[in-house]
């Protein structure tokens, strides 16, 4: 909302405070600035002109040779304006002045002639191009009345104007024009708010004479107010109503429209202006309009209408989109003889709704959809017939066609002093309290313990006591309430399953792995990259109605896209090495909640290429993980169906029956969607299974006191066995004093067996009551060779 | 006999000092301590003197043996401390080269800042909850006062759920507000960090996904006073024990009354510069007591507890302590933009 300081003192008067601290306590009572800037800044050196002469050009076609007069002396000016004409007052920069833009104008030679200045256009002076003049838009400034000659332009037109960008918050729609954002202004200063009290000097005839009203649908309707002007003279506005409009941001169009406009500014209700002469039957029929029914608004455009549609109807067709915009078959013309002036009220959600549907939001329909107090409708309409009466536009015609079933009224609600203490941590007596809801024009009865509040009628936004909590609050400073802290001691805590996330990141970070963070929208084509089978659960995505493009229209249900995603790019920028891990949320569709919305577990997903990486890299970091989780004997599984993977590389993590997830190298299917080296190694954890299984509980268990036995063991065996299974045996015909099993080394070449690999144990015996000998193990040991040598057809292979 | 003692002592004196080896000295100490060694050899002879002149000679004799003992001794470890010394001048090595990498992975800067506002406001007592990302529009919105006709509930704002009825992504982590007020006991005092996501296409400052931490606390005497006693604690730890805290009334459905947290920019401290753009301070939150609609909703008691509610933006929050020019650089996952927040 534009608002220029000069307009606002209209009606408060604030002349005495200087810009900035009238921002800074505006802002700090509510009314948010988006930006302070002047309009018609830097215009020095532009004086006003009058066109003596002007010849064409000898030498070019489209140039005029002008003399223009400026008071002290009369300039020769070159000039390409279309517009230019005999007698014009213009503006003229001097030579050696600079435009606001820093073009400096220099005295020179066009097309062999002497040009000392510049004819000016608002554009060139500065001015945004959609709010110059309809008038002046397409060529120089003309100026409209009389000024002397020689007269700095800035100070003839008053250009240089502070203006103020106030955010309006959805609420507050009555902010949304000058008198609104007076009355706040009024209750932050504490002044006197005057509002227009239009008088109409002299009125003729009797407008019921001219035309009736009947509203179809009060429910969309709660207002019609409906005023007639005759002799109508169409002609640009005075200057000063011109620069207020295009301060506000608006185009100064013709005297009537710019009323309309101004009234709206000024007092927050749209108005509309027809040409009487065309509203056939001279009457007004408020009702929605026909399925399908076509309209021509008066921006030229076919429309299609529904029947949810309203519109202004005469007797025979629709002439305006109700709240919207006028209909180009009765738009004011340069001969319009008489105007119908509509000062009404439409429903927000109606209005809302129609001018979604045909994508046409102009400033009526954004004031109409946040609401419009319907009690201005009057005082709108008289001010518009005032404005013209003072412009000499027109003659007003006596009474107003006003129709307004139900008169609205705003809801007085009973407040509590204490209560509003109590919520804002201050005291604030019942005095205080209604000094500040008066100063925003509220009227204020006291009763018993209660305050009766009834606030003028633009304020729609203020149904219950709480909303008076705000604005007592805004007013009285929320700098000024004390800094306190919410009393109670309570500790704050983490959910067990969130502190297991976080101990599973940490240990991911600890294990050198870099977090990454990916979208939760992906492709349904990452599945098909990873090569889901057909019917696989990562097919089972949750779907957008309205996603911002294929790429994100499935919420993941996996996140090694992703991942694989992040490792190709990391691949392509020329980074050597990359160790990554998410965690994060899949969606699935055909597992629900409680409540009837998918199921969102949470996965881990680690992603790793580089020279140093392998499979056992990859399982490291697995093995690392679950050691910190102390989740003890995870079993790494063969498999080989999963098509993401290498199928000689890449095993199932299991404890007992529950799968924890899968890692392996990607297979190279999977890796040629991307741009990826072949070697890519992933892995995808159920995060709720390594929390659920994770045994943090940590028991102390005796350091062993007594020696123990190391033997060490090769057995050869062929290819295809594989070490997890020696070491099964190992274990299971080890007997109850073998403590610890473990591989530290496969051999292949010279002294093996083609076919065959020899894989080195350490077996360590121990006796937790006593020192063993070497006796004592040689059962053990023994029996272990034999089934090795029996289950697996191993043999022994020394040292 | 004393002075063959003597002699003996002055020759090793002799010997010894000349002794460039271990070698050497082991060789020198079997020649005179050994058991063929000349001053044990002397001492057997001892039984040959007169008994009165036993004891003198005796003693001697010890002393000799004992100076002895001590100049090998002394000898081998001199010998020794040279040879460590030669052996470690052999080994010296190039410390410029670097060492053999060790390190701990980076945490995604989004983690980072959403541990950090968790931290501070778990030692404020804040306990840490969550709810779904795909959420209903009852959550939401309804529960939230949301307008029925407001825009944000349009599909060109919010992303809506295929073949479901009234399910979305949700727009922001307050609807986690609503299940909290009715699954726990109050008092309450939580907060939600989350994803949320809105129909913004992406771009430098715009992203539609991104996070949030939500606050609430509900309890029987909370005030706006509290509200901001409580925001100016935190910001104080997130960015500085002198960074200064104003709130802006402001409109938000799901709060009464409203405010903007403005904080006193950390950077320039609220002189001007460009991370504030001039105005010396940085709009990071917004706040309010909340709504009674919003308790009711919950099945609170409006006229017995009141509460207050906070939300920011966690990219805005890392975007302005990082100084990250551009929001989609979190979503790249580039290694070397990771890698820099350890």
């Given amino acids: 909302m534009l608002v220029p300081i000069s307009w606002l003192n209209d009606y408060v008067d604030l002349k005495d405070i200087d810009l900035k601290e009238f921002c800074d306590k505006m802002v700090m009572s509510g009314s948010n600035i988006e930006e302070t800037y002047q309009v018609g800044k830097g215009i020095k050196g532009v004086v006003v002109g009058k066109i003596l002469s002007m010849e064409k050009h000898p030498d070019a076609d489209h140039l005029s040779v002008v003399k223009v007069d400026v008071g002290s002396r009369t300039l020769q000016i070159i000039t390409g304006a279309p517009n230019v004409k005999k007698d014009a007052l213009v503006a003229v920069i001097l030579s050696g002045e600079t435009l606001p833009d820093g073009k400096k104008i220099e005295k020179g030679m066009l097309r062999g002639l002497e040009s000392d200045g510049m004819l000016c256009s608002f554009q060139e002076l500065g001015y945004e191009d959609k709010v110059v003049p309809v008038a002046d838009k397409d060529g120089i400034i003309l100026l409209g009345e009389d000024y002397p000659l020689g007269q700095e332009l800035s100070q003839a037109l008053d250009t240089c104007q502070d203006v103020v960008d106030f955010e309006i918050t959805p609420n507050r729609p009555d902010c949304l024009c000058m008198t609104g954002m007076a009355r706040e202004a009024a209750a932050v200063f504490e002044r006197t708010l005057s509002l227009p009290r239009p008088v109409i000097q002299r009125e003729e005839g009797d407008v019921k004479d001219y035309v009736s009203v009947e509203i179809k649908r009060p429910e969309l309707c709660s207002r019609y107010v409906a005023r007639v002007v005759r002799d109508v003279k169409v002609e640009r506005s005075p200057w000063w109503m011109q620069n207020r409009l295009i301060c506000a941001g608006m185009r100064p169009i013709n005297n009537i429209v710019d009323i309309t406009n101004y009234v709206m500014l000024e007092l927050g209700t749209p108005i509309h202006a027809f040409d009487l002469g065309m509203v056939k039957g001279s009457r007004i029929i408020v009702d929605v309009a026909k399925e399908g029914e076509a309209f021509t608004t008066l921006d030229g455009a076919e429309r299609t209408l529904d029947e949810k549609s309203l519109l202004i109807n005469d007797t025979q067709r629709g002439i305006a989109l109700a709240g919207i915009m006028g209909g180009l078959n009765s738009e004011i013309e340069q001969d319009t003889a008489a105007i119908l002036v509509e000062a009404a009220c439409f429903d927000p959600d109606g209005t809302r709704r129609t001018s979604k549907k045909l994508g046409l939001r102009t400033e009526a329909s954004a004031r109409f959809e946040k609401g419009v107090d319907p009690n201005l409708c009057r005082l709108a309409a008289d001010r518009v017939c005032q404005l013209i009466e003072e412009l000499g536009a027109g003659i007003v015609v006596g009474g107003a066609v006003d129709v307004y079933p139900r008169e609205y009224q705003a809801p007085t609600v009973a407040i509590r002093p204490g209560r509003i203490s109590d919520l804002l941590g201050v005291a604030l007596s019942g005095e205080e309290i209604t000094g500040i809801l008066t100063r925003l024009g509220m009227k204020v009865t006291s009763q018993k313990q209660t305050l009766l509040v009834t606030p003028p009628t633009v304020r729609m936004d203020l149904p219950q006591e709480v909303d008076y909590v705000e604005e007592v609050a805004r007013i009285y400073g929320y700098d000024r309430l004390p800094a306190t802290l919410p009393k109670g001691s309570n500790a704050g805590v983490k959910t067990q399953q969130r502190e297991r996330e976080d101990l599973i990141r940490d240990t991911l970070l600890a294990l050198g792995l870099n977090e990454i963070q990916t979208y939760s929208f992906v492709s349904p084509k990452g599945v098909d990259k990873i090569l889901c089978p057909p019917s696989c659960p990562e097919r089972g995505f949750v779907r957008l109605i309205n996603p911002l493009g294929e790429e994100n229209s499935v919420m993941r249900t996996t996140l090694i896209p992703n991942m694989l995603e992040v490792l190709e790019r990391n691949y392509t920028r020329n980074i050597p090495q990359a160790e990554a891990f998410e965690l994060g949320r899949v969606f699935l569709n055909d597992i629900k909640t409680e409540e009837g919305l998918p199921a969102e577990p949470k996965k881990v997903c680690i992603g790793m290429y580089g020279a140093k990486e392998d499979f056992y890299a990859l399982k490291g970091v697995c093995e690392g993980l679950f050691k910190e989780l102390r989740i003890l004997d995870v079993e790494f599984v063969q498999e080989t169906e999963n098509k993401t993977f290498h199928p000689g590389r890449c095993a199932v993590m299991k404890k007992g029956e529950r799968v924890l997830g899968t890692l392996g190298e990607i297979s190279i299917g999977a890796a040629e969607q991307y741009n990826l080296p072949q070697r890519v190694y992933v892995c995808e954890m159920d995060v709720n299974a390594l929390s659920e299984l994770a045994d943090l509980e940590i028991r102390y268990k005796a350091i062993p006191k007594y020696p123990a036995i190391q033997r060490d063991i090769a057995v050869v065996v062929a290819d295809q066995v594989q070490a997890g299974q020696v070491e099964g045996l190992i274990r299971s015909h080890g007997g109850p004093l073998l403590e610890r099993v473990s591989l530290f080394d496969v051999y292949k070449g010279k002294q093996v067996q083609e076919g065959c690999k020899s894989l080195a144990f350490s077996l360590v015996y121990r006796n937790p009551e006593k020192t063993l000998t070497d006796g004592e193990i040689s059962e053990d040991h023994q029996r272990i060779l034999k089934a090795l040598e029996e289950d697996l057809g191993a043999t022994l292979r020394d040292m | ?342």
Avoid at chain 2, 22 to 28: A, D, P, Y
Avoid at chain 2, 125 to 138: A, I, K, L
Wanted: proline share 5%.
């Fill in chain 2, 1 to 342: 006999m004393q002075n063959q003692l003597r002699n003996i002592l002055e020759n090793a004196r002799e010997d010894i000092s000349k002794a460039a080896s271990k070698e050497e000295i082991e060789k020198l100490r079997v020649e005179i301590l050994g058991k063929k060694g000349r001053l044990t050899a002397l001492l057997r002879s001892m039984g040959s003197l007169p008994a009165e002149e036993r004891p003198v000679v005796g003693k001697i004799a010890n002393e000799v043996r004992e100076s002895i003992e001590e100049m090998i001794a002394q000898a081998g470890e001199k010998l020794k401390a040279a040879e460590i010394q030669l052996r470690q001048k052999a080994e010296a090595i190039d410390v410029t080269i670097p060492g053999t990498p060790r390190s701990l992975g980076a945490r995604h800067p989004i983690s980072v800042t959403i541990d950090e506002i968790s931290k501070i406001f778990m030692s404020m007592g804040f306990s840490v909850v969550d709810g779904p990302e795909v959420e209903t529009v009852f959550y939401n919105f309804d529960a939230l006062n949301a307008p029925k006709n407001h825009p944000s509930r349009d599909l060109t704002d919010t992303f809506y759920i295929k073949d479901a009825k009234d399910v979305l992504l949700r727009t922001q982590t307050s609807p986690v507000q609503v299940r909290t007020l009715l699954s726990q006991e109050l008092p309450i005092k939580v907060i939600s960090p989350g994803r949320c996501f809105r129909c913004d296409t992406p771009d430098a400052t715009h992203s539609p996904m991104f996070h949030q931490v939500e606050g609430l606390v509900v309890d029987k005497g909370i005030t706006m006073a509290d509200l901001k006693g409580t925001l100016d604690a935190f910001v104080k730890q997130l960015f500085g024990s002198s960074t200064k805290t104003k709130l802006r009334p402001h409109h938000f459905p799901f709060t009464e009354p409203s405010a903007e947290v403005d904080v006193s920019c950390f950077k320039c401290g609220g002189k001007g510069c460009s991370v504030c753009k001039g105005s010396g301070w940085i709009e990071i939150l917004g706040a309010g007591l909340v709504h009674p609609h919003v308790l009711e909703v919950g099945g609170v008691d409006t006229d017995v507890y009141s509460g207050f509610a906070f939300g920011m933006g966690v990219e805005r929050v890392a975007m302005l302590k990082y100084e990250v020019d551009d929001i989609r650089l979190f979503y790249e996952n580039d290694m070397r933009f990771i890698e820099q927040f350890r």
